[in-house]
């Protein structure tokens, strides 16, 4: 298992990384740096996001599908990955996890255009993601089919676990209840959603990712204003750390960079393949609306509540005993500003955001699953074992879970790199045509397969 982390280190840091670095700085100059010129267009569209009728009465809107997609990536990551690019790449870390926010929202874009360009209708819904577009658009049976397995393995079933022991951990230190007693009630609270449906599982995140994130941004706002003064001391300090003539002759940089790429790109999910899933279920009137969302979804992620976290770790670390880690250190940092209310506060968000994540990741393998076959024995069983190993992670050691999460995702990300690279040119094409209605005028730009006769393909059934 050693040898596993080792390998699993190596590659993330010296492949990985500059892969989806490379892929982003791609993206960012060829879609003409779309996630900033286009920004007052997110917004716009934030507020306009009622379905638009195609499918049914019970389709899923434009925003229910960002809340989707933001409670995958506001997970536990938020609070407890953070901190661990701090503790071990130094406070330098944060600032390439902005840089790393900034580019990747151009991968988001892509990724996010494409599921929806490639989405196909099912009983009265829309369903798509990666599986679809590298079937449909590279016509790579073999691996649309090995995206299938990765997503279920990696998203559903590993990364479910280790939310969900992390919830069973901050909830032990804020109230003192067993974590066997959590993963009943995880257990329990699962098995009443994904049974549920997708509809179920939109309506929740739709309020829960919302609140939640409300909730902290205005207690982290408040610890800010709180040590106002500090602000510029906490701002020279990380980009010393990221920058610093010191630094550099120490080799801290390289270290603040690898770990901020990293977290960053664990925490936004970007070139990942797991937002796609959530921005093809949205009943919107042009591809490209779901990608200017799911890339301001990127924004929402590691702009605002990693910072949050951030601030509140960097106005507290100096006063932290030794050994705190993860959760524990952001529950400590917090509570040395505001009071041991801040252990209870911080565990009731862990678990918000930690089983919204485990619903939305369940929701991901089950698409993938319907991409294979739509039997319903099959999603049950699927639907069993995420409970079953939801509850598993709670009260287990997740090292060798955590090695294997990370094993697997290098092959997800390779492939669905590989896909955006091959299948760029059509959002090319669809960003052209977006932005040749809003210069003619029209509010809300409409798009038919018509229009490019490069998209007027059979695979396109929605358009």
Same mark, same amino acid.
């Given at each position: 298992m050693e040898n596993l982390v080792v390998l699993n280190d190596f590659i993330w840091n010296y492949i990985m990384v500059a892969l989806m670095v490379g892929s982003a700085l791609w993206f960012t100059f060829r879609l003409r740096f779309v996630q900033f010129s286009m920004f007052p267009e997110m917004l716009r569209l934030m507020g306009k996001s009622s379905p638009a009728g195609t499918v049914s009465k019970r389709s899923v809107s434009s925003f229910e599908a960002l809340m989707l997609s933001l409670a995958s990536r506001v997970g536990v990551g938020n609070l407890a990955g953070v901190t661990l690019a701090i503790t071990v790449g130094g406070p330098g870390s944060i600032f390439w996890?902005?840089?790393? =926010?900034?580019?990747? =929202?151009?991968? &988001?874009?892509? @990724?996010?255009?494409? &599921?929806? $360009?490639? *989405?196909?209708r099912s009983k009265g819904l829309f369903i798509g993601g990666p599986a679809y577009y590298i079937d449909r658009g590279l *016509?790579?049976?073999? %691996?649309?089919?090995?995206?299938?397995?990765? +997503?279920?393995? +990696?998203?559903s079933y590993t990364f479910c676990s280790v939310q969900?022991?992390?919830?069973?951990?901050?909830v032990d230190k804020a109230f003192g209840i067993d974590r066997y007693i959590s993963a009943l009630l995880i257990g329990a609270l699962m098995f009443a959603v994904v049974f549920g449906g997708v509809r179920r599982i939109v *309506?929740? +995140?739709?309020?829960?990712?919302?609140?939640?994130a409300l909730a902290y941004i205005f207690v982290a706002i408040y610890v800010i204003v709180s040590n106002i003064d500090r602000i510029p001391e906490v701002l020279s300090f990380v980009m010393d750390n990221a920058f610093g003539i010191r630094q550099i002759a120490g080799g801290s940089v390289g270290a603040a960079f690898m770990q901020g790429a990293k977290r960053g790109l664990f925490s936004n999910e970007a070139? %990942?393949?797991?937002? !796609?899933?959530? =921005?093809?279920?949205?009943?919107?009137?042009?591809?490209?609306?779901?990608?200017? /969302?799911? &890339?301001?979804?990127?924004?929402?992620?590691?702009?605002?509540?990693?910072?949050?976290?951030?601030?509140?770790? #960097? #106005?507290?670390? &100096?006063? =932290? !005993?030794?050994g705190l880690t993860?959760? @524990?250190?952001?529950?400590?940092? /917090?509570?040395?500003? +505001?009071?041991?209310?801040a252990y209870q506060f911080i565990a009731v968000i862990v678990f918000f955001f930690g089983f919204s994540t485990c619903i939305s990741n369940t929701y991901y393998g089950e698409s993938n699953i319907k991409f294979l076959s739509d039997n319903r024995f099959i999603i049950s069983g699927f639907r069993i074992v995420a409970v079953l190993l939801v509850m598993a992670g709670a009260v287990? !050691?997740? @090292?060798?879970?955590?090695?294997?999460?990370?094993?697997?995702?290098?092959?997800?990300?390779?492939?669905? #790199?590989?896909? $955006? %690279?091959?299948l760029g040119k059509y959002v090319f094409m669809l960003l052209d045509n977006y932005k040749a209605q809003r210069r003619n005028g029209v509010k809300k730009p409409v798009f038919n397969k018509k229009h490019i006769p490069e998209l007027d393909k059979p695979e396109i059934e929605c358009w």
């Open positions: 996890m902005w840089v790393m =926010a900034l580019l990747n =929202a151009a991968t &988001a874009f892509v @990724e996010a255009t494409l &599921a929806q $360009l490639y *989405k196909v *016509k790579s049976r073999w %691996m649309a089919v090995a995206v299938v397995f990765l +997503t279920v393995v +990696t998203f969900s022991n992390t919830i069973a951990i901050s *309506k929740i +995140t739709g309020v829960l990712v919302p609140v939640m070139g %990942m393949g797991a937002a !796609p899933n959530a =921005a093809a279920t949205a009943d919107v009137p042009h591809p490209v609306n779901q990608g200017l /969302l799911q &890339a301001l979804g990127v924004f929402i992620d590691t702009i605002l509540i990693c910072s949050c976290t951030a601030f509140i770790i #960097l #106005l507290s670390v &100096a006063d =932290a !005993p030794s993860g959760i @524990e250190m952001t529950q400590f940092a /917090l509570s040395s500003s +505001t009071g041991l209310w287990i !050691p997740l @090292e060798i879970i955590w090695s294997l999460a990370d094993f697997f995702l290098i092959f997800i990300v390779f492939i669905n #790199l590989i896909s $955006l %690279m091959g």
